[in-house]
């Protein structure tokens, strides 16, 4: 039988999408490294599209600063699994489409998480409730 969770952890889940999607979002134009924690945690990627924000891509990362700027923004194709989706799913034409995309459209938020497990499931958890439009396609 697989134990009941406690309420404690379902509040700690909610507390987390709470602090994430209430958080002021980061703009990726003109988005410097020093903006971005150098800590692990969990980030939203959302996109505007004139008065509406539209999550696209939830992840984790030990390092958000290196996550968020130097792969999903700067990275090549195989280090950006968002602009692979951009790509894939004709958003983009091509690698350099896909970066200017994300430069000039794509919002950060993240919420720190020093803890592996917790942040495997608040992952989990922001990406059943927000459903962004990428990132839930394959499976390892």
Not at 62 to 82: F, S, T
Not at 117 to 133: L, S
Request: charged share 25%; hydrophobic share 35%.
């Amino acid at each position: 039988m697989i134990r009941e969770q406690s309420r404690d952890w379902f509040d700690y889940l909610s507390k987390a999408l709470q602090e994430l999607t209430s958080s002021t979002p980061i703009p990726f134009k003109g988005l410097m490294p020093s903006k971005i924690p150098a800590k692990p945690g969990v980030y939203l990627i959302s996109v505007t599209m004139g008065k509406t924000e539209l999550p696209y891509y939830v992840g984790r990362s030990k390092n958000l600063r290196q996550r968020l700027y130097n792969n999903h923004l700067m990275g090549p194709i195989n280090n950006a699994i968002l602009k692979r989706y951009l790509i894939a799913f004709k958003e983009c034409t091509d690698l350099k489409h896909a970066k200017n995309f994300i430069k000039e459209n794509c919002l950060a938020r993240w919420f720190l998480e020093d803890d592996t497990r917790k942040r495997g499931a608040v992952e989990g958890y922001v990406v059943g409730v927000v459903f962004p439009k990428y990132g839930i396609y394959e499976e390892h």
